[in-house]
C-alpha cells in the first residue's frame, strides 16, 4: 500500500498531478489600473473555465513588467507567460533561444489566415509562432470630456492641429485643464509619436522610423512638428510630471480635464467608472477621415520550458486567449480592438466599432514604431523626446541627437 502511494506521488511529481496542477499557469503582466484589472479576469476566468489555474503576477509599469519576466527567464525561474507589447520586444530572447513555440495552436485555429499582417510580423518569427496575441491597441487616441467641451463652447471635434490648439484655447479660457497628460517617458513619447502621425503625418512618420532618415529629421517640417508637439505642453497642468497615464484620464471622467490624448486602452478606464462611449465622453482617432492607425497591442510569449504539464498550460493559454468568445469579453474590457474579424462585435461600443472599420482600410494602418525599430534605439529616442518635453533644449539640439539616434543601432 504504502509503496503503491510512494509510485503513485513519483508519477505526480513526475508527469503532474491531473488537468488542473498540469495546466496551472503563472503569468506576468502589466495590468494594474482599473480597467485592465477588469480585463485580464475576463483572460484568467476563461482559463480557468477551459480547466486551467491561474496563478497572477501583476507588476506595475511595462518596463518593469518586461525586466522581470527577462530576469526570471535568465535566472531559470521562468513564469509560464509574460506581456510584451506586439512589437520587437521580444525578439532577441527568441534569437536566444529563450522561447517556446506555439505552432500547434496557431495551426490548429489558422493563426495565418486571420492575423493582420503588422501583428504577424511581429509574432510569427523565422516561421515560428512565438506570442500569441490578445488585442490590436491604438496608442494615438484622443479622448475627450463632453461636459468639458460643452462648457468650453466646442461644437465639433477638431479635424485638424490648428484646429485642435483653438479648442484646448477654448478649454483653457472655460477654466479647465485642457490637456490631461501623465509625465512618464513612454507617455510623453506615446504622445509625440500620436503628434508625428496625426501632424507630420504616415510619410514624416514612416521615414523616420522604417527609413531612419536624417534628411527627414532635418528637414522644416519636422523642426516645425517638434515646436507644435512641445507647444501642447503649455496645456498640460502643474501636476503633470510624475502622473500615472490612468490619473490623467481621471481628469478627463470627472470633467477637470477636457482632452487626453493616450491609447484606447484609456477607455478600459471610463467603462470602469460606468461611463459610456458617446455619451459622457468623445473619442476620435485621429484628424479627419483619413488618419493613420497605429498598430500595437499586446502578446504573451512562453518561456523555454521541457516540463510536458507546463507546455500543456501555454498551449492552453494561447488557444483560449484567442477563442472568438474570449476575444469580445476581454477586448470589451480592455478598451482595445479584438484580433479576428470572425467575432461577434455588434455590441461593442462606437469607439471600437470605428476602430474596427478603420482597420478595414489597410492603407491606414501604420505599424507601432517598435515593430519598426530595435529596443534600443526606441530607448534611446524615448529619452531624447522626455529630454526635449521636460527641459528648455532647442528644438536644432534634439533634432542633432535624435539624427544621432537612427544613425546607430
Ligand atoms: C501598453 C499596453 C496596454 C496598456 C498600456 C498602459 O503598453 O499595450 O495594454 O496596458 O500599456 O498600461
Keep these: 500500500m504504502k509503496q503503491r502511494t510512494a509510485i503513485a506521488l513519483g508519477l505526480a511529481l513526475a508527469f503532474g498531478t491531473g488537468a488542473a496542477f498540469a495546466q496551472k499557469a503563472e503569468v506576468i503582466h502589466w495590468w494594474t489600473s482599473g480597467g485592465e484589472s477588469a480585463a485580464v479576469k475576463e483572460l484568467a476566468n476563461a482559463y480557468k473555465a477551459a480547466g486551467g489555474t491561474w496563478v ?217 467608472a460606468n461611463q459610456t462611449a458617446g455619451k459622457e465622453f468623445g473619442c476620435f482617432a485621429g484628424f479627419g477621415p483619413k488618419s493613420p492607425y497605429i498598430i500595437a497591442g499586446d502578446v504573451f510569449v512562453f518561456p523555454k520550458t521541457t516540463d510536458p504539464a507546463q507546455i500543456k498550460a501555454q498551449h492552453l493559454l494561447a488557444d483560449t486567449f484567442t477563442s472568438p468568445a474570449t476575444q469580445v469579453a476581454f477586448n470589451n474590457k480592455k478598451g482595445s480592438i479584438p484580433i479576428r474579424t470572425d467575432v461577434d462585435a455588434k455590441g461593442m461600443d462606437i469607439c471600437a466599432q470605428m476602430g474596427i472599420q478603420i482597420m478595414k482600410d489597410t492603407s491606414r494602418h501604420l505599424p507601432n514604431p517598435e515593430m519598426l525599430i530595435s529596443p534600443d534605439v526606441s530607448g534611446v529616442m524615448q529619452d531624447i523626446v522626455t529630454k526635449y518635453w521636460n527641459t528648455n533644449q532647442s528644438a536644432d539640439d534634439a533634432v542633432k541627437a535624435l539624427v544621432l539616434a537612427v544613425k546607430g543601432g
Design 56 to 272: 497572477d503576477s501583476a507588476i506595475a509599469g511595462g518596463e518593469a513588467a518586461r525586466s522581470t519576466a527577462i530576469n526570471r527567464i535568465v535566472g531559470g525561474t521562468p513564469s509560464t507567460a509574460a506581456q510584451f507589447n506586439t512589437s520587437k520586444q521580444f525578439h532577441d530572447i527568441i534569437d536566444a533561444g529563450l522561447l517556446n513555440n506555439v505552432d500547434e495552436v496557431a495551426q490548429k485555429n489558422g493563426w495565418d489566415k486571420w492575423l493582420p499582417a503588422p501583428i504577424l510580423n511581429s509574432v510569427k518569427v523565422k516561421g515560428h509562432f512565438y506570442a500569441v496575441p490578445v488585442n490590436i491597441h491604438m496608442p494615438a487616441w484622443f479622448w475627450y470630456s463632453k461636459a468639458a467641451f460643452a462648457k468650453a463652447g466646442i461644437t465639433a471635434e477638431p479635424k485638424s492641429a490648428d484646429e485642435f490648439f483653438a479648442a484646448l484655447d477654448k478649454l483653457k479660457a472655460a477654466g479647465v485643464v485642457p490637456l490631461a497628460q501623465g509625465g512618464q517617458p513612454w507617455q510623453e513619447k506615446i504622445l509625440f509619436d500620436a503628434w508625428l502621425a496625426h501632424v507630420g503625418g504616415s510619410e514624416m512618420y514612416l521615414k523616420i522610423y522604417r527609413d531612419r532618415d536624417a534628411a527627414t529629421l532635418q528637414s522644416p517640417a519636422f523642426k516645425s512638428l517638434l515646436v507644435s508637439y512641445k507647444k501642447l505642453k503649455s496645456y498640460t497642468d502643474a501636476g503633470s510630471p510624475g502622473r500615472n497615464w490612468n490619473d490623467a484620464t481621471s481628469m478627463v471622467i470627472s470633467g477637470k480635464a477636457g482632452v487626453q490624448i493616450m491609447g484606447d486602452w484609456a477607455k478600459g478606464e471610463f467603462q470602469a
